[in-house]
């Protein structure tokens, strides 16, 4: 069975664009859960998506915002990009129970100069 | 609020030799308790979950990990460890309620020498 897949790779953008990441999650999971991963701040949650409703936010300011479709893919969009939004996002797959393991894709290297 | 600390950012060992990753969590409620593997350039993978039952918890690649609820510990070791266990460990908690997210620790980095 397919893993998560998350797109593009890789991501050179400019300060003040915006960007948006896609996540394609396993076959039959309906949570997406964002992380964001930087060498000072480590993993941090961004948010989570449940059968296309926000479930849970973390601590991000609103250039960070999110959605989900009816297939359950997602895509998080980062709006007037800084240069401090340069990080590996990761997206997680479940079937949304939290008792039950989160997959991770590969991630998105977002550089912005 | 939750937190979780792993005291080391980078425990070297020689190839063969026991290794023990500490983590160390902080919370008013129960929590679910997992460890996670990062090899470069790749995403997480689950080494194994603490979820209720036997502290002692088995995963994979001959890991093993003991919950201690009186010292808020979730160590994870492995008695030999071998040159492809050089990884990045997480530590990771969530509260078993409606909503999946995990609070990670800031990593370990596991270097095994030959």
């Known amino acids: 069975k397919a893993g998560v897949t998350q797109t593009p790779r890789y991501l050179i953008k400019t300060r003040g664009q915006q960007v948006t990441l896609s996540c394609s999650p396993i076959?039959?999971?309906?949570?997406v859960s964002w992380y964001q991963q930087t060498p000072g701040q480590g993993l941090q949650f961004l948010f989570e998506?449940?059968?296309?409703?926000?479930?849970n936010k973390g601590n991000f300011p609103g250039r960070f915002s999110g959605r989900q479709f009816s297939n359950s893919r997602s895509e998080m969009n980062v709006s007037t990009l800084e240069l401090g939004d340069s990080a590996l996002y990761l997206c997680?797959?479940?079937?949304?129970?939290?008792?039950?393991?989160?997959?991770f894709g590969q991630g998105t290297r977002l550089t912005v100069v | 609020a939750q937190s979780v600390t792993q005291l080391d950012s980078q425990v070297p060992v020689f190839e063969e030799a026991p290794v023990e990753l500490r983590c160390n969590y902080s919370?008013?409620?129960?929590?679910?308790l997992f460890w996670y593997v990062q090899y470069p350039n790749q995403g997480l993978q689950l080494l194994l979950k603490?979820?209720?039952?036997?502290?002692l918890v088995k995963g994979i690649n001959g890991f093993e990990a003991e919950f201690n609820k009186s010292q808020t510990s979730f160590h994870l070791r492995k008695p030999s460890v071998h040159i492809s266990d050089t990884a990045e460990y997480f530590c990771?908690?969530?509260?078993?309620?409606?909503?999946?997210?995990?609070?990670f620790g800031s990593g370990t980095r596991l270097l095994v020498r030959p």
């Open positions: 990771a908690v969530s509260v078993p309620d409606s909503s999946y997210k995990l609070i």
């Open positions: 998506y449940f059968s296309e409703t926000q479930r």
């Open positions: 997680a797959s479940s079937d949304g129970t939290v008792n039950t393991e989160a997959f």
């Open positions: 919370s008013s409620v129960s929590v679910y």
């Open positions: 076959s039959g999971h309906r949570s």
């Open positions: 603490y979820l209720s039952g036997s502290t």
